[in-house]
T-cell receptor, first 114, second 114 residues
Framework: AQSVTQLGSHVSVSEGALVLLRCNYS??????LFWYVQYPNQGLQLLLK??????LVKGINGFEAEFKKSETSFHLTKPSAHMSDAAEYFC????????????FGKGTRLSVIA | DAMVIQNPRYQVTQFGKPVTLSCSQT?????MYWYQQKSSQAPKLLFH???????NEADTPDNFQSRRPNTSFCFLDIRSPGLGDAAMYLC?????????????FGPGTRLTVL
């Protein structure tokens, strides 16, 4: 079964610095991968998704992620952190194949320091 | 705007007193999901519907039930809430067409059990 592992439960960066949130996947089939963001007391919002097209995926709010099969990774990056980026970020993968529920990583809390 | 709506946003109940959480959607999606998210944890799938076809996760307690009277509405019933059921409950929807399912989330209902 597919799964994702997020490295680092908490990441802290300075405003304007590079954001790097790590996600590794385990999948027996070509995966569909997602990054979601959750602000306090809100639902999850899709940032971007990988669906076997381009390996570099651009999302909303200046985020992007690169699918690297050789490293089984799908890390999320943003060149310059903004205070409004402070939130919880979840990596997710389709559970098996086709239209099946998502399996979420444990999440990474991003703090942005002024 | 098409969206997923959850009511109420905050629900307080007493130990053992049944409670119902509501989800509605204007996206006309045929798949609906209920997740439980405890503090600082990833969302955990409780069950989901493909149209009226109900799919229960193996580890979802019997205390949790769901109803989907029509495409637009889905309810989560907690028959006898315990202190351990205090959490954020997230509703999500998706379509079953295509090769993957992007999920759209509501804002969540935060349940407090006294």
């Amino acid at each position: 079964a597919q799964s994702v592992t997020q490295l680092g439960s908490h990441v802290s960066v300075s405003e304007g610095a590079l954001v790097l949130l790590r996600c590794n996947y385990s999948s027996s089939v070509p995966p569909y991968l997602f990054w979601y963001v959750q602000y306090p007391n809100q639902g999850l919002q899709l940032l971007l998704k990988y669906t076997s097209a381009a390996t570099l995926v651009k999302g909303i709010n200046g985020f992007e992620a690169e699918f690297k099969k050789s490293e089984t990774s799908f890390h999320l990056t943003k060149p310059s952190a903004h205070m409004s980026d402070a939130a919880e970020y979840f990596c997710a993968v389709i559970r098996s194949s086709g239209n099946t529920p998502l399996v979420f990583g444990k999440g990474t809390r991003l703090s942005v320091i002024a | 705007d098409a969206m997923v709506i959850q009511n109420p946003r905050y629900q307080v109940t007493q130990f053992g007193k049944p409670v119902t959480l509501s989800c509605s959607q204007t996206l006309n999606h045929n798949v609906m999901y209920w997740y439980q998210q405890k503090s600082s944890q990833a969302p955990k799938l409780l069950f989901h519907y493909y149209d009226k076809d109900f799919n229960n996760e193996a580890d979802t307690p019997d205390n949790f039930q769901s109803r989907r009277p029509n495409t637009s509405f889905c309810f989560l019933d907690i028959r006898s809430p315990g202190l351990g059921d205090a959490a954020m409950y997230l509703c999500a929807t998706s379509t079953s067409g295509g090769s993957y399912s992007e999920q759209f989330f509501g804002p969540g209902t935060r349940l407090t059990v006294l």
